[in-house]
Nanobody, 117 residues
């Protein structure tokens, strides 16, 4: 089992920045990919950014150039730096971890990000 705990959400004005953190614990040795997803009101959950154990990153087109995902393996933590936020970035942000070997997915409880215009 892997436990994921997000922190760092909040209210910010358009054009501002926020940084999210996701602390992982448990069987983290089994995790290959970690990332962030978000879900806006009335919409489906969507991928924001992912990072592999080797450090390869991938981003949704809507956040490229504005968001940066990173990880600190020593702290078992993944970060999402969000700049130039706009109201379209509003939603609940979920930390996600995937184990390719076991075909398992883990989710945090989510943290709310609200961007006001």
């Amino acid at each position: 089992q892997v436990q994921l705990v997000e922190s760092g959400g909040g209210l910010v004005q358009a054009g501002g920045s926020l940084s999210l953190s996701c602390a992982a614990s448990g069987s983290i040795w089994s995790i290959n990919v970690m990332g962030w997803f978000r879900q806006a009101p009335g919409k489906q959950r969507e991928l924001v950014a992912i990072i592999t154990s080797g450090g390869t990153t991938n981003y949704a087109d809507s956040v490229k150039g504005r968001f940066t995902i990173s990880r600190d393996n020593a702290k078992n933590t993944v970060y999402l730096q969000m700049n130039s936020l706009n109201p379209g970035d509003t939603g609940v942000y979920y930390c996600h971890a995937h184990s390719e070997n076991y075909g398992l997915d883990y989710w945090g409880k989510g943290t709310l990000v609200t961007v006001s215009s």
